[in-house]
């Protein structure tokens, strides 16, 4: 069961650029990593997901070293609305791990005007 | 095109009661799953249904059952709350389970507010 660890808190200023990093110490060949974002009163919403190297969306971009053994979320010019719990998962569904995989405490974002 | 909804959006029930929480999805997805999330906490797995008529337990299952009715609706129920199961609920969908690479993208519903007593 790959473990996650990330940050409590984070506090950053509108138009900023926020990287928020996660640990997966004993990630498997087979993990992926995804991240979620969470807003107050609502169910995760769904950011992105990568294997190795960058990926990239509309929203943000993903940055994993080769030894995969952290991962960082970047959100460019962050807002206001940014402001939101994120989360790093880590899992496997081919060894069964799918279904312990948690999403942990996660990381509070506060944008600051 | 709701999305995933859930119902009801709060409920306070007394020790010992039993409550049925529905979700349904319009999405054609055949994954569904519900998770529960304590203050201040992430999301823990309860159960999860891979496709109509197949359930598995996830991370927390105890005190609870689900049943898969049918490709839309995936409904948790408690038989005997307790006040440990006070918590939001949030049901989740997603086009299949990820057995191939990935977690896959999950599509999660506004919640159930449950309070026990």
């Known amino acids: 069961l790959a473990k996650t660890t990330q940050p409590i808190s984070m506090d950053s200023y509108e138009g900023q650029e926020v990287n928020i990093t996660c640990s997966h110490n004993n990630i498997a060949t087979n993990d992926y990593i995804t991240w979620y974002q969470q807003f107050p009163s609502q169910g995760p919403r769904f950011i992105i997901q990568?294997?190795?190297t960058k990926v990239t969306n509309e929203v943000a971009s993903l940055f994993i070293p080769a030894d995969r053994k952290s991962s960082t979320l970047s959100l460019p010019r962050v807002s206001l609305s940014d402001t939101a719990v994120y989360y790093c998962l880590v899992g496997d569904p081919l060894s069964g791990g799918y279904q312990k995989v948690t999403f942990g405490t996660g990381t509070k974002l506060q944008v600051i005007p | 095109n709701a999305g995933v909804t859930q119902t009801p959006k709060f409920q306070v029930l007394k020790t010992g009661q039993s409550m049925t929480l529905q979700c349904a999805q319009d999405m054609n997805h055949n994954s569904m799953y519900w998770y529960r999330q304590d203050p201040g906490m992430g999301l823990r797995l309860i159960y999860y249904?891979?496709?109509?008529?197949?359930?598995d337990k996830g991370e927390v299952p105890n005190g609870y059952n689900v049943s898969r009715l049918n490709k839309r609706e995936f409904s948790l129920r408690l038989e005997s709350a307790a006040p440990s199961q006070t918590s939001v609920y949030f049901c989740a969908s997603s086009e299949a389970l990820p057995t191939g690479p990935g977690l896959g993208e999950q599509y999660f519903g506004p919640g159930t507010r449950l309070t026990v007593t």
């Open positions: 990568g294997y190795k």
């Open positions: 249904s891979a496709s109509e008529g197949t359930t």
